[in-house]
């Protein structure tokens, strides 16, 4: 069992690797770093090659990528500018977690990523969890009633479920449970933000503003797991095993719950550990429109101001995570199926 | 035993049935699923709004603005209402939905010839050029879809100029976002082609194909190929849907089809500043994109359900 | 000793299919004794599982639909059973064992859970009784080191093993009735031979009936007390062992054991296939469902199905000629 972790993790190496050096390529391409720190102050000539060899930009791109990636504290910069290397520099590499600075703030693109992060996840977990529950409670249900009026009819929904774009989900859902409530009289829902600035960041506060974008992201997220989770049931259900339980004369709930579901389980497990890091970038409209404070949005307000460090930044935790939680949840499978687990 | 006293019958060893190909089998299939059937009319009627309504207003006037007419309800005079600069929404619907139409079927076909030759390679060759290639696919998969369409939108944005084609005028960023969603979307339909590829290759009739000198690439393209249509139509089928909103989205979040050109995303763009007192400025493209794209996924399904080689019950 | 266990009338099962209705079993009539073994003999799609899953109800009832007939199982009409009283039913007074034991065990419970669950449901045992009786219940079947394995999962055993696995789960309640369909036929031939050995025995300390559903003759002959041959949802044949084999009365129990092979034949001479495909259970037939394929055909043949024909002791028929003189009864 280690033994196949080791292997996975190496394997994930190259691959991130490769992934790196692609993105980072591409992103050198495309902003003009001096203009974005430099702004409209540096107009000379003289200030703008200050300003390069102070970045390093003047050293070729195999050199540049090495010092993103390991940092340059090992090595003899250039830090004022002049054409001389001097001092030490301060880069740590990615590797061991500098991300750099923001090119636009200032701000170390760690600082700033750990800030959105949380909020992400709040919104990313929750809306996670609600799909879940109603996706099991619905595919099971309509798995077993697999003919009848009610499953085809739920079966249209979910179409027109994962169908709709999430912008129009979100206005939707806006406009009716915050501009018609209101205009209706009735307690309204909040649209902007995760908290009402002039209450605080409380836990209630937190809790109303999420109930919009996290509804939103539920019923796209839910029409899809809901539809895999019945044809999922549905296949084990039609298994001969299934069949063997049911002429034991087990009664319903234990030949569906235990001996259905828990097979069903296994590729459903799968479904969500390989989902669940692309989390992170569903949520880039939705922190949009309801101008949730999270990564997604940061990812944008940066991409649009070229700001290639916290873009690259983003990009790289996110690569990192969606291979960990490939190989996190090819282990949990392994352990979950005894077929792999005992042999 | 006695001779029977009448001659024996001549006994059909035929099937009472003739043998149905995979497509006409398919098509009988399909014309019993109700929803796809639906799905195809819609999809048809959508098509004869956006291409069709071409011939009752001209681009000229889905680009004409008047401020003094901004944001009005739908009226008799403007249907679907106008928006933040006073453009009549029904019309630029029907042009936006060229685009956003064009685009989802452009992108699918580079798609698909990208897909093709990279599952195909992957799959027949093996070895070495299965490794590079499937590493590669897997490296591209790791970063979710929109950020990668985000920033190859930012990195080739405003690089391709507009177009002009006989009277209309096109922004260059049409250009830019059939190629990129062509680009980040192969993946999927790469590690089908391969699978199938992996599996038919290994059939008898392949390697009395080889053995007689049939070039590698005749049996790839007129061998292989042909037999994995049926699960290239759906996967390229339902990957029309995602074109479209992908486009939609990197539109609606300003990266995507730049105006003057209208597109389904980008009428969305100022949309959510008006939400409490014009929402029919997001409602009628919104509703465009929804019905497409459900029509498009009743479809996939149907074809899904009828192609599928394993089911050969009629 | 012959106490009738189950017998059956007319029983009616049919599929709405989008293709139209599939006829599977077209209204079978036989009753099993206790103790008893029978065998159903037929081809694929015959309509022999079908007809026993339905007793058990086990149809699935949308597509499905047993239309007809009763199934009187001591008394009670299984047929008219409600689902509650049908699970009482199964796994305690009938049993099944299926043919595929690779598939039919779950894979992700064990062994020895498979076991527990029916002596916890049906006869209300604690888990630790249930735990020790599955270990004596391995024993029974010949599964050496029982107590180590009954904590392990269906894929660690062979398929002869399992295959003893799930003769033991279907007897933990001691059944009075054991359906099987077709055990020994996804096994290879030295196991096919032990597990029949093995059902032989148990029957004997259970005093069991059994119904021994197979296509294959040669695999019953030596346990089977009667044997019922059925085709395209009829039963065409019925008598006890030794008569079928000594005088089989319809062309098709003729035809099948025609396709034998046989030690004794002449090396050169071929196998003899039954000509012709097998029935298309869509149509409902009109005449004798077997006459296209049949060497001794009239034209009585095509116009009228025969019924059940008396043609000796405990033997029946269903066929307009007698396959003897060739000369119609």
Known sequence: ?343 | MAAPSIPIPQLADDLSTPPLTLWQLGWLRFRRHKMALFGGVMLILLLVFSFGGAFVFTEKYANFNDTSQRLQPPSSAHPFGTDSIGRDILARTIYGGQISLFIGFVAVLIEVVLGILVGALAGYYGGWVDSILMRFTEAMLIIPTIFLLLVMAKFFGGKIPDIHIGERAFSGSVVVIVAIIGATSWMYLARIVRAEFLSWKEREFILAARATGTSNSEIIFLHILPNTMAPIIVSSTLSVANAILAESYISFLGLGVQEPTASWGNMLDKSAKYLDSAPWLWFFPGMLILLTVLSINFLGDGLRDALDPRSRTV | MSTSLLQVSDLRTRFQTPEGTVHAVNGISFHINEGETVAVVGESGCGKSVSMMSLLRLIPTPPGEIYAGTAIYRNDDLLKKSEQEMEDIRGKEIAMIFQDPMTSLNPVLTVGRQLTESLRVHLGHTQEQAEKRAVELLEQVGIPDAARRVQDFPHQFSGGMRQRVMIAMALSCAPSLLIADEPTTALDVTIQAQIVELVARLRESLHMAIIWITHDLGVVAGMADRVIVMYAGYIVEEADVQDVYDNPSHPYTLALLGALPRVDRRRDQRLKSIPGAPPNLLVEPRGCPFAPRCEFVIEKCRAENPPLLHVGKNHSSACWVDVKTGVPR
């Open chain 1, 1 to 343: 069992m280690l033994q196949y972790i080791i292997k996975r993790l190496l394997q994930g190496i190259p691959l991130l690797l490769i992934v790196s050096l692609t993105l980072f390529l591409l992103m050198m391409k495309i902003g003009d770093p001096i203009a974005t720190m430099g702004g409209r102050t540096l107009t000379r000539p003289e200030d703008r090659e200050r300003l390069t060899r102070q970045l390093g930009l003047d050293k070729p791109i195999a050199v540049q990528y090495l010092y993103w990636l390991i940092g340059n504290d090992w090595t003899k910069i250039d830090s004022d500018g002049d054409g001389v290397p001097d001092k030490n520099g301060t880069r740590l590499g990615i590797i061991r977690g500098d991300f750099g600075t923001s090119l636009v703030t200032k701000k170390s693109v760690t600082e700033l990523i750990g800030e959105r992060i949380p909020n992400t996840l709040i919104l990313m977990l929750a809306s996670e969890i609600v799909t879940i529950a109603f996706a099991l409670v619905l595919g099971i249900y309509s798995a077993l009633r697999q003919y009848s009026t009610l499953d085809n009819i739920l079966t249209a929904l979910l179409f027109i479920g994962y169908s709709m774009p999430i912008f129009f989900i979100s206005l939707m859902s806006m406009y009716i449970f915050a501009v018609l409530f209101k205009q209706w009289g009735l307690p309204y829902l909040p649209t902007v933000g995760m908290f009402d600035p002039q209450e605080g960041k409380t836990f209630s506060q937190v809790l109303w503003h999420m109930v919009l974008p996290v509804m939103s992201l539920s019923v796209i997220y839910f029409a899809g797991y809901s539809r895999y989770i019945r044809s999922t049931m549905l296949e084990v259900m039609s298994q001969d095993y299934v069949r063997t339980a049911k002429a034991k004369g087990l009664p319903r709930r234990q030949v569906v719950y235990i001996h259905a579901l828990k097979n069903a389980s296994l590729p459903i497990v799968t479904l969500v550990g390989l989902d669940l890091p692309f989390l992170l970038g569903g949520a880039v409209v939705t922190e949009r429109i309801f101008a949730w404070p999270g990564m997604g949005r940061l990812f944008l307000d940066h991409l649009t101001r070229a700001d290639v460090s916290v873009v690259m930044g983003i990009l790289m935790l996110v690569a990192v995570a969606v291979v960990l939680f490939q190989i996190i949840t090819d282990i949990f499978y392994a352990w979950l199926d005894p077929r792999i687990r005992y042999n």
